[in-house]
């Protein structure tokens, strides 16, 4: 999903600062007999982008797991889920995966 959304970021020639763009990743796995099963994902992304760009960021981040071979694969296995602090100028926006947006 990461890279899948660089290459949407980049895609749309939106700048981000490509030293600070960040995801950090939590799994929940569960035992199933003797060995465990990974229950859920959720990916929180970090990327700075230009104060112009918050728009295009948004629906880049709106569309980008529909273009995820990773997650396209899983997704009805496991529960994967998303949420984006946006870094724009003095501004941080919070985006999460049903596509509303709060300034924060």
């Given amino acids: 999903m990461y890279g899948t959304l660089r290459g949407a970021l980049a895609g749309r020639k939106i700048e981000f600062d490509r030293d600070t763009f960040a995801a950090t990743v939590d799994g929940r796995i569960r ?4 060995t465990i099963r990974i229950s ?21 981040l709106a569309v980008h797991v529909q ?11 496991i529960q994967i889920t998303w949420d984006a602090a946006l870094r724009a100028g ?14 924060a």
């Fill in 31 to 34: 035992g199933l007999g003797k």
């Fill in 40 to 60: 859920s994902i959720h990916v929180h992304y970090d990327v700075t982008i230009p104060p112009e760009a918050v728009e295009a960021a948004q629906r880049a």
């Fill in 67 to 77: 273009g995820c071979p990773a997650h396209q694969s899983v997704k009805d296995a």
């Fill in 90 to 103: 003095d501004r941080t926006i919070t985006v999460h995966e049903d596509h509303d947006a709060a300034s």
